[in-house]
């Protein structure tokens, strides 16, 4: 195999994530392994969540959809209003919209959840999050992870300034 195409190509099994929890219901280990193929365009992330652990608040993407591709261990995917089981093997698309596409997954299981989630990366992305009434705005690689750079807004619904306030 020649340099070229090894640099598209990686095992799983090898690729090394980076750890993150947060407030005792949040752990997973995120590997961007759409980044380590050398695609710019479509998001993948490889996603290791401890037993009774979320990688995520409920949210929605609206300018992204994205693509859940279970590899190992049980769970449960809330999706809008609904809440059902899910196992390797399984396919879950959680279009861009609004709260009725909300999403999350909580390892249910014994053992790691393991997935693949797979995006567009339309830019900017707004995301909103029901349960706490919150909405991200990214630009650029602003997202979640050490390293990444760009712009990142969090701001409460409701909670609003006048587009002409402090201007001259």
Not at 1 to 6: D, H, V
Not at 47 to 57: E, I, Y
Not at 78 to 87: M, N, T
Not at 152 to 167: I, M, P, Q
Request: proline share 5%; charged share 20%; with cysteine.
């Amino acid at each position: 195999m020649s340099e070229a195409a090894r640099a598209h190509r990686v095992k799983l099994g090898e690729v090394e994530g980076v750890p993150s929890a947060r407030g005792g219901v949040f752990a997973h280990t995120r590997a961007a392994v759409a980044q380590k193929v050398g695609l710019g365009h479509l998001g993948a992330q490889l996603m290791r969540v401890p037993p009774g652990n979320k990688a995520w608040p409920f949210h929605a993407h609206l300018a992204n959809d994205e693509m859940y591709v279970i590899l190992e261990g049980n769970g449960e995917m809330r999706l809008g209003p609904e809440r059902f089981a899910v196992e390797a093997g399984d396919l879950i698309g959680c279009p861009a919209g609004g709260a009725e596409t909300a999403h999350q997954l909580l390892n249910t299981g014994a053992v790691d959840l393991v997935y693949l989630c797979l995006s567009s990366m339309h830019q900017p992305e707004v995301m909103v999050y029901p349960d706490s009434a919150k909405t991200v705005t990214l630009v650029g690689r602003a997202a979640l992870g050490p390293g990444e750079t760009g712009f990142r807004h969090a701001s409460r619904l409701g909670e609003t300034v006048d587009y002409w306030e402090g201007e001259a």
